[in-house]
Structure formats: C-alpha cells, structure tokens
C-alpha cells in the first residue's frame, strides 16, 4: 500500500489546475520524496539540475562495514535518507540518486542548542548524540527546497542550492548555546578507513575552508570546501576522534580543542558557536570543488554572492521549472507527478564535475580545464546508456554531447585508455559489465549528436574494446565468448560486450569506416556463442567449447550473470531480436518463453542467491528493478503479438511506479528507472540505443508536448488512453499511418505529431 | 677513538695538494660521511646544494612505533643511515639533514636480481628480505655523488642529483631476474598509520608518475614524482599492504597485481622487472614536486633531460666547488676536511621547495607561484638562527633573503598569522620554543641584507610575537614571564621570547620604528622576570610572583626547561650579557660559574632525564649537543678573561668535531653545529644575531679567504695558528689595531684583512 501523504496536495493541485493549462507550474508535480522508502534509493533534498551538489537530509550514518564485517543495513542508505526513519543526523552535501551501492555524504552539517554534542547518537538512542526528531508532517521536499523541523531543538531547517553551492537557513529559537557541528567524520557507506584525510582551516568568523579525502567507492577522491556563515560565530571547536594521531610535533604550544584555526585529521568534527534570538536565521552557504579551496571560494563568490535564501531558491526553482516544461502532458495528477518527478530524478544526473572557471581534478588526479563543455561526473553506464542517455539525445542533446566529452576526457586521462565503465568524481570503480560508454556513444553519433570529434570518440570505444587485460576481454576477443572457467559473470559479460561491439559498429557504419563496422558486426554476433541450442538458453560454456554441464535456470548464483538468471539473460540481444526469436525455435516459442517470464512463480531461493534484486522489483521472472530486463517487454513487437508489449508495459508502470515515498519499485539507478519511466508513459522505448528506433508501446499520457532544442515541437497524443485502453489500434504521424512498430530519431528532432488510437480491447 | 678510514685519502691528498694553492680543488675534502656514525644525524647520500632531493641509502627503515609504544632505536635513524649498519635496504630521495627529530624517507628504490622479494627484511635476518650486505671497502661518499657495492646482488649502485631529481646508476650483473624495487611503504619516522596515501600510474614501459602523502613531523605533506627507467621494463607488478582495503567497486575487471597501471593504497610496493646482460647499467630518474605530477616531470625534463649520468654528477660537483670555493682555508688536511664537510653540511639546508618554474603548495594546502625568488623550506630555526643564518647573511645573502621571503609567504599562508617555527614541506610542527624567525628576519634587516620589503617582515615579527594563544604567550605578554603552572619550559621560553623580542626592538630601531623599538626592548627584559637573586639562577617562577620551591638546577625535569638545565640557561641572555653578569653577581661570580659548567661532573641521572643530550655531546655541564649553550663559551669575552674563550673553544673543536663518521658531537641540527664550527675556526661568532656583532674567539684555521657576493674579500690571517697556540695577543683589521672583542658585519662586508697574532700563552 502507499502511503498517501501527498493526498493534501493532490486535491488542491486538482482544484488550481484542473485542466493542464499552457503555463501551468510543473514544478509542484515533482516529488523528491518519491522513492525514498525501501528501494528506490533516491533523496530528497535540495539539488539544482544535473547539480555538483546535493544538499539532503541523512536519517542514517551507519557504516558498510563494522570491524571487518559488511552491515546489510547499510543498504537502505545509499542515499542516505529513508522515509521510516524518525530522526535527521544532519545535512550533508552530496548524493547518489539511486545507486545500488554508495558513496559520499559529505560535510554533514547539523544546527542544535543546548548542551553540546559531537557524537551523532544512534536511531535507538536519539538523545545520546546531537541528532534530532522529525516528522513527515513538518517536512517539505520540493525540487531545490527542503524543509523540516528539528524537533529536538525546535529549529527550523531550509535547504536549496545552485549548482555547486548549498544554502542552509536554519531559523533558531532564543538559546545562549546555539551550534552548527560541522561533522567530518560522517559520510555513506563509510568504513573505518574510508576518510583518508580530512583539513580544516577557520579563515576568519564567517569563512571556514577545507577538504574531505576518501577512498570508497571512488577510491582516490578529494572534495574541497569552503563554508561561509550570515553572521560571525562566537567561537568554535573540535574534537578528533582518530584511532591514533602521530606525533605531529609540540602541538602542546597550542590548544587544537579551541579556537585553533588549523586543523588535520582523519576522524575530525567541529563545532560553530552563537547566542541566538527567537526566531533569528543564521544561513550557511557551503560549496563544493574538486580542484581546491579556492575553487570552491570561488564558487561560493560566483554562483552564490548574496544571503537571500528565498532568492537563491526562487532562481533553482526557476531552472527546474525551465527543464520540466521540456515535457509538458496531460495526464491525471498521479500521474504528473510520477512523470515529472521522473523527469527530475532524470536530470539530476550525471552531475556538473566543475568550478565555475572549468577547473576539474581529473583521473590523473591532475587539474584540467574543461574547454568550450562542461565536465559531468557520476557515469552509472551500465544502467543509464539504456534509456537515460537516450532521452538526453530528445531532450538534453547539448548536456548528452558535453557528458560524452567528459567521457573522452576520461579517457585521454585514463591509465588504462579505457572510457569509463562506472565514474564518479574522477574515479573508475569498475562497476558491473561492458564498456557502455560505447553505446551512449554511438547513440549519439548514429542520431547525429555530434557536437564533438565523432572519429576521436569512435577510436576511443575501439580502444577500450581492445584492453584485452579487461574482464575476459582477451579471451572474448579470441575465442568469440567468455570462457566459464575464466569469470563468474561469463555469459553475461558475453553478451553485453557483443552489444556494445554493434554499437560500435553502427557508429563506424555512420562514419563511413567500414572496416571497423565488419569487424565489430562480427563481434556483435558473439551472443550465439553462448546460446545452447540444446536447451534454448543462453548457458556458460567451457574453454573447451563445451556446455557447462551443472546449470540451472533459474539460478544467478555462480551461473555466468550478476542480477538475472538465465532465462532473464536468454532475451539480451537488445540488437538482433529477429535473429533472437530465430535462435529460440521462432515466433511461437519465443512468445511463450516471454509470457512464462512474466507469469511465472520463482522459487525464495532466487532472492536469497540474487545481488540487488527484490520481490519489490519483480513481476514474475520478469526484474524491473534491475535494469537488463528493461527493453524486454518491447520485445513482443517482433512477434505477432505486440499488444502483449502494450499490456505489459502498461503494468509495469502501474506496479513498479507510483506517486508516494515507496513509489519506485528499485534502485532509480541516476535515472534509468525513471527514463524508462518517461520513454514509456510517452508510447516508445530505445530498445537498442546506437539505433535510431524508438520501439512502440502504449503512451500512458493524453497528451505531451516535446519542446526541442532546435526550436522545434513533438507531439504526442493518445485518444481514448486510459487504464483500460491501453491498447493501440493505429498510430498516424503527421496525419499519416505509421505502418511500422517503431519511430526514428529523425522524426522525432523535425517536430510534428504523432497520434495513438487506443482501445480496451487488443 | 674516530674511526681511521680516511687515512688513505688523507696520505693522498696531502701528497697531491700539500699547500693549498688558489685552484686547489676542495671537493675531495668534503666527506658527507661525517656525522653518520651515532649522534650526527646527517647522510652520506648525493645532494646538491640546498637541493630538494636528497638521494640517500638508509640502513633500516624501523618504525617509530610499534603497537602504539615508541620505540627508542628509531632515533638513531633520524637520517635513514647509521654507519656501523650491515646492510642497505634500498636508496630514498628525501632525508633531514642532522635532525633530532624525523621524517622523510619517501620513495625507497632498491636493485636486486633472483627471487623477487618485496619485503625488506631485518637486519638481523637480511636474506628474509630485500636488503642487502654492504662494506664500507666498496663505499664512496662524495658531495652530489654515493657510491656502493650491494653484495648480496653484485650490483654497484652510483647516486647523484640535481636539484629536483635523484639520478640513478644500478650496474647489474647478467641476469634473467633483474629487478628494481619502489618501496611506497618505506620511510623515516614512520608509523603504522603515516601513510595516508599513496598513488602510482604506470604511464608507458619507462615513465611512472605518483604521489606519497603522509602524516609524519608534517602533518599534511603530499610528495609528487615522475621517474623514469634509461630502458623499458618488461613487466612489473605490485602488493599491497593496507591493513584493509576498502571497497573499490569491481576491481576483480583485472588482476591489480601485474601489469595493472592504476595503483593507489596506503602501503604499496612496486617492482620493474628486466632481464640485464653482465655490466649493464640501468638508470633511473627520479625527480619531485609539492604541486602535481606533472611539476615533477617538469623538473626531471628541465634539470635531467639526458641519460650522461657522469655528466649530472660533474654538474653537481661543479656546483659545490662554487659553493666551497667561497672560503678557502689554509689548514691541516684533518681540519680541511672538518671545515669544508661543515660548509657542506651548512649549505644542504633549508632546501629548495618550489619547481623550476616556481609552483609549490603552500601551507595553505593551495598551490602557489614564487614570484622573483627561490622558495625555501625545512627551517630549523631555533637551532638554525644562531649562527646558520647569520652564516648566510655573510657567504649567502641573496639566498638568505630569499629564505625570509619564503617565511614571509608563509607568515601570510599561516591560519594562525604566525612566521614560521619549525616548518618542512609547508606544515609547521611547532617544534621547540620562541619564534625565531624574527632573529633570521632582525638579524638580516640589522646587517642591511634586505631586497625584501623590510617593514612588512618587521609586521610579521610584530604579529607573530603577539599571537596570544601560542605556547604561554598571553600570559607573558601579561606578566613579563610564563607562570610555572602554564608551561613544562616556562623559564626556557621566557628567555627565548625575551631574546627574540630583543631580535624585533633592534630591526624595529634601524627601521626608525621607535615605538616598536621601546615596547619590545621593555619586553626584552622579561629575562630578569625568572631570575631568582637568591639562588643566582633562572628559576621557575608560579602565578603568584613566588620562586617555585621545588628546584634542582642540575635537572632537567619538569623544571621549566628542556634540552638544558638552570645551570646552562641561567646563561642565556646572549642580547645582554653585561646585565647578565651584573645579575650574576659581577666578573669574578660569572667567571666562576662559567668555569664550573666546563669542569662539574654531572650526575648520572641527568643523562637519564634529559631529552636529545648524551655523554658525546658535554663537557662538563656544558652540552654543546644542544644549541642553547653554543655561545656560551664567547661570554668569557664580556669578562676579564677572554682568554678563556679562546682555549674552550679550541678545546670544543677538537673535542666535538672530527672528520671521522662519529666525527660530530650531537645532531647537525641543519647546519647548526657546522656553522659553529665554521665561525669557531675563522676566529668569531655572532653571539646575539640580531647584532651586527662576531665576537671574537681563536681562528683554527692558519688563513681564510672569504669570497663575498659583493665581490670583495675579506681575509682573515692566524699568525703562528697550532693547536698550542690557541691564545691571541692581538688582532689587526687591515692593519690597524682592533681594540675590542669584535668584528662588525661591516667590516666583513667591506672586505679587508683580519689578523690575529697567536700565541701558547694568554
């Protein structure tokens, strides 16, 4: 059941708009909170568009590991808010959306009165530390604004931000002991080891700088700060709470607990006094840069000179509201509000990874200057090439060309000469299979996204298909698969390289080198190597060019994939269906294979053996929470059955979205749930981006509007569309029968409209 | 009993160079071996003058600590070399020079060929690991060049160095299994969590780039290298010794341990593996910065672009015959080799901290620009203000100057608007007491050695004695002393402030600052505070105005001083000893005193208690191991019997000087015991820096000549100069008779003759 706490809202929405009114206010449908219950790992604080930083509540700062030992808990953290909890241990500014796995959490700050307490305490214990009571009913989370009460010490919290700055307005009541702990200890998913260093450095009594170094799951990342208060502490102070300090000469000539302005640490919390009034706001602004100190001063100078929060705010509001009108539908408010807050969580990521003047640290771990493009981070590829990337290219084609240059970046920096895999602040942390950079790539290039050196960016997926020392590469490069023995994710690994090699190919087709698109059109057939005719089943297979004998199905477990078994894995030729339908004993046997998939009952051990997969993102075998199914349900329009892909996906928007903090049925993964979300709720899907098709489904809007870049309209409408209609009988574009299942890029970018005549009855 | 090793050379040179014409070269008389047997502290490796890499073999590597206890070998280690070791355990690029504190040791390099073994192994079991046997037979110590046979591998390894990078020749024998080790783990002073981070990138077969950042005496010290091989490699590997490693996302995409090129841990050790023919020379490079990797490659190819070893060392010994040339003694070959080995010894130190085109990262952890001077960092005042400095101001004014200007960029880069106390690599570790700086900065703007902005430095002197919370301050400033109860050193620092702030009223005074001069020469008098008239001592003093009662002039335990006890410091007012001996009781009590300190026995027990003084640093009381007392033996000269300042310090020179490896008496100090040898045997000593005064002593030397910047020289002649003949009737300066104890800086500067007739009885 969900929790129905936007109900309030919903109905005075309903009685403001009604109607979907040319200049309606898009920005109320956006639900940051959505997502933030069980699985959805999303946030939801304050973050301006694709922003550096993202100012959040942390309900938890509980470690990955304790002495040695993974905590399962931590988990739910990953974005280190969950909707359950009852208490707020600080504001920290920078997370993940969606990720299945975390990091950051940087700079927790965290306003109190009264005795001080630098310890954060624990859920059980609230009062033991200086965390602090809350409740959903004080608590706002808009797109850019946030705002809670602390109840512990009746203040007030309000967060926006711009794109590398975040402002906090803390409204205090009458108190001789007012504090803001700056706490440099806490951070998600942190180890015991994980905060390499930490500095501090009190400027004067309104500006305080430093940096965070840790080493997560970005293993070698440093983040530089500087923090500025509306008015001057009284004084300040900090504890260290390392396992040992060295010998760092007499520091006895000083007091480092008081008012000592240089300060160096692993394990360091500070505190800022003040007496305070009732009611009396004292705002911080705290930026963010990868470069230094400066950078960030410089930041905080240029994207934030002023102390007028509401301003600061009215003007990210104003971004969010410019990036939301990209889309506008007509849809029913539930509805608006899982689209636009899908189109929220879409575009805010991968995040600006700049100062204002270009500076970034680069993987080198040198500073570079982006020039003529800004620089992004936080590449989750293997998730976000499928559909994210995609919907940049429709809708963000400047920022997706700028991504693909921080790529290429990457890549000139890469010690490896590979283009990222998984990145995030200048870190390769190697996450999952493939090099997906390729198809995001190629995407780009075969829609004509060029805006870069289109060739350069083709050597360079060349290259990193060519490390050979990379995951079973050299042996996929030799022997056409992945031998069992060599890696436990064999099959999987397979097949995703396979696809990426036609992604390859196809850029090299537009490019007009045809060499390369004979040589990776043959590696993109690599799939059929591990496809065991014997059993229809993609199957790990030995060196020896035998069948792995012990296999089963429906295991995950040590089988040759991560996060989907065989049978979820036998449909992965998101580029050759027809030759897949062909391989599995043809149409009828291939419609049955793909109805069992979302019928079926799996045995509990699927989800004890599973990584990352839940009952919360299932239906059937079918895994939506994970994002190798996603283009599955599409399937179905190369049989004779394409009414199953319009019934399908229908349901999987109703089970697996939903407008309420438990709305998302996985991890959002940077956006990929939720572009999978709007490419759906929209009647097409990028089945295999690096093709130009956008493969038909059921639109679960009215009506849409695409605004362009180039200035132009696409528009999208779906007569009769409702719950029960989610059937299409013909599509016109331009007035004209679409006698296929799928549309073109093209189409799209040269405007126009396209009509779905739907029906309850297929 | 000094360790006979150099009598060969010394028959050698005695025969090739018998007098000592104008070109003689001095090179051969310079022995960096000096001082590494016991307490000198100095190394015996390749620097070049005031260089930046110091490119030394250290014999062990032991750790500072060892489950948390300090352990007390360590000491011995302070230059990573102790002469009556065994063996090498490889060749690191950065050591103090003469140190009694440590750290350093970063980026061993060690040769070896058979089994690859990656663990250094012990002393007491060396063929467990790495190191190697080595003789003093096959051992060569020149200036800028080191020379050594590692036995265990028959591998001959030469070391020279230009200012920036290290420069390596390893002769290998024939082998399949040649390897050249990068230890990462390795150091001086390390502990088990001094490591805060390390990082290497393979970037081709001979080109490896990186960083080491630590928290030793610095305590936020990164250090960037690029080195680079005369050959590829054909493989190479490392190991990581991280107590854990955290989570790095999917590192099993490749095997970390061979051939991966992206490395990055707390405890890393790399090998570069080659197959070497009989006599085949590999060369390594190895050049640093504080900035980026990208500095440090700068300096290799700026300073070391070709692979002529020979010429790199000709070039580095050219630059010390400059440096040596600039006083040429007329000596015994013996005392030849104790004053050049001291010039050698004084100008290794403070070291260059900034890249050739002037990057360096300041103590503001940002990156900094040197503009229109050289940077200077490892400033050991309170040792170095004494006669190092004041050395400088003599035979090395530009760079002395340059020196202010780099405490100066530090003063405005310092949180806590303080000059330098002791600083290294940017970070100050607070060690010892006062603020010497400003007797460095008075020193300088007394003698007029000022291309600096003069009024700006006295600022900072101003600013920096008035930094109310550092080490007792406040309360000094209040009461004229630091209360017993406040401060373990109380007396001692007393005395050091009262001294410096007599540093800041004399360059206030020739500044024509007059109410700077009269503020601080009141506070100048603060040394009176302590002494107690009853007892005839400097004495602790409590809160309340009363002598503490507890009090034992021989001990150094908690009686308010360190490193020297009431009786030594009951003689540090070296800016006022007339109102010393007036305090004293007058002529005939101080003269008594005096010659007790030389004579008394001392008890066992303060051996036992007393920091940093051993038996080879005293004489009698008087410890001349520690710099407190190094112008004690001069105050005879404010007395009737100067005389008896002649014969002591004739007596120290022989006694705590030799040119043997145990050939100093207490740690160098960076320079600061050589530079008292080197005034000692030209015949005087600035007692007070501060003043444009030399006291006069007893030449050792039989001639001298001083080549000065401005051109002139200034000669000095000791007339009938022996061992007996250590009493001077007379002095001359050019001609004329000299009627008082001392020499002006003036008169230096303005060249001239100085002439001291000697005699065996005063």
Redesign the interface.
């Known amino acids: 059941m969900r929790n129905p706490c936007f109900l309030p809202l919903l109905i005075l929405s309903l009685s403001v708009s009604g109607q979907t009114p040319a200049q309606e206010d898009l920005l109320p449908y956006v639900k940051p909170i959505i997502g933030t219950q069980r699985m959805g790992h999303t946030y939801p604080g304050a973050s301006a568009p694709f922003g550096a930083v993202q100012l959040s509540p942390d309900t938890d700062t509980i470690p990955?590991e304790q002495n040695?030992k993974y905590n399962p808990d931590v988990y739910k953290y990953c974005a280190g808010y969950q909707y359950d909890d009852k208490t707020i241990v600080g504001f920290s500014h920078t997370h993940f959306s969606g990720t299945g796995?975390s990091d950051l959490g940087d700079f927790l700050l965290m306003p109190t009165v009264g005795e001080l307490k630098l310890n954060p305490g624990t859920a059980a214990q609230s009062h033991s530390g200086f965390r602090s009571a809350f409740s959903h009913a004080t608590e706002t989370a808009e797109a850019d604004y946030y705002k809670v009460k602390l109840e512990d010490y009746n203040i007030w919290a309000e967060l926006t931000a711009t794109t590398r700055v975040g402002f906090h307005q803390y409204t205090f009541p009458a108190s001789d002991q007012a504090h803001i702990i700056l706490d440099l200890v806490s951070g998600i998913?942190n180890?015991?080891?994980?905060n390499?260093?930490t500095?501090v450095?009190?400027?004067n009594d309104t500006l305080v700088t430093g940096?965070r170094?840790t080493?997560?799951?970005a293993?070698?990342r440093t983040v530089y700060f500087a923090m500025t208060f509306s008015r001057p502490f009284n004084g300040y102070g900090s504890r260290k709470y390392?396992?040992?300090t060295?010998?760092?000469?007499?520091?006895?000539?000083?007091?480092e607990r008081h008012?000592?302005?240089?300060l160096?640490g692993?394990q360091l919390r500070m505190h800022f006094d003040f007496k305070t009034q009732e009611g009396e706001k004292v705002k911080v602004k705290f930026a963010l840069s990868s470069v230094?100190?400066?950078g960030a001063l410089l930041n905080l100078r240029t994207e934030a000179p002023g102390w007028d929060f509401d301003a600061v705010r009215r003007q990210g509001q104003d971004a969010w509201r410019k990036e939301l009108n990209k889309v506008r539908i007509d849809a029913s408010v539930a509805d608006k509000q899982s689209f636009y807050t899908s189109i929220y969580h879409a575009f805010i990521n991968p995040t600006v990874y700049m100062d204002v003047d270009g500076g970034y640290r680069g993987l080198?771990?040198?500073?570079h200057t982006a020039n003529g493009f800004v620089n992004y981070t936080t590449f989750s590829l293997w998730d976000t090439h499928r559909a994210l990337h995609p919907l940049f290219n429709i809708l963000q084609p400047a920022r997706n060309a700028d991504m693909i240059r921080s790529m290429l970046a990457h890549y000139e920096q890469?010690?490896?000469h590979m283009l990222p895999?998984?990145s995030n602040s200048a870190n390769?942390?190697?996450?999952?299979?493939g090099y997906h950079s390729v198809a995001v790539i190629a995407d780009a290039i075969v829609k004509g996204n060029t805006p870069f050196d289109a060739n350069k960016a083709l050597d360079a997926c060349i290259a990193t298909s060519s490390r050979r020392?990379?995951?079973g590469l050299g042996s996929y490069i030799d022997n056409g698969y992945i031998p069992a023995e060599e890696d436990g994710t064999s099959v999987f690994t397979t097949l995703e390289y396979a696809y990426d090699d036609w992604c390859i190919a196809q850029a090299a087709k537009k490019l007009g080198r045809m060499d390369v698109y004979a040589a990776y059109s043959k590696r993109a057939e690599n799939y059929k190597n591990v496809w065991d005719p014997s059993v229809g089943y993609m199957r790990p297979r030995l060196k020896d060019g035998s069948f792995r004998k012990d296999f089963d199905v429906l295991s995950t477990n040590g089988q040759g994939f991560i996060e989907g078994n065989a049978w979820n894995y036998s449909l992965y030729v998101p580029h050759d269906p027809p030759a897949l339908i062909a391989l599995s004993g043809g149409n009828k046997r291939f419609v049955q294979h793909l109805d069992s998939l979302f019928t079926m009952d799996l045995p509990d051990k699927f989800f004890a053996e599973t990584e990352d997969i839940t009952r919360d993102g299932i239906i059937g075998n079918y895994v939506h929470g994970n994002e190798p199914s996603h283009h599955v349900a599409y399937l179905y329009d190369w049989t004779d059955q394409p009414w199953k892909t319009q019934e399908r996906v229908r349901m999987i928007l109703r089970k697996q979205y939903g407008p309420a903090p438990d709305g998302l049925g996985g991890n959002d993964d940077c956006g990929q749930m939720s572009a999978w979300y709007i490419f759906t709720a929209l009647g097409f899907y990028p089945v295999a981006p690096g093709s130009d098709q956008y493969w038909l489904g059921s639109p679960a809007v009215n009506s849409a509007a695409l605004q362009l870049e180039n200035g132009k309209t696409f528009t999208i409408e779906a007569r009769d569309q409702s719950d029960k209609n989610v059937y299409v009988k013909r599509v016109t574009l331009n007035g004209q029968p679409l006698n296929r299942r799928y549309l073109t890029h093209q189409e799209i970018m040269d405007g126009g409209k396209l009509v779905f005549y739907m029906s309850g009855r297929h």
């Open positions: 990955y040695g796995h998913y180890y015991d080891d994980k390499v260093w500095y450095r009190v400027v940096y170094q080493s997560g799951w293993r070698t390392d396992r040992r060295a010998y760092h000469g007499f520091w006895g000539h000083f007091d008012n000592f302005p240089d160096a692993r230094s100190t400066d080198d771990q040198l500073n890469s010690a490896e895999i998984w390769e942390n190697w996450c999952m299979s020392s990379f995951e």
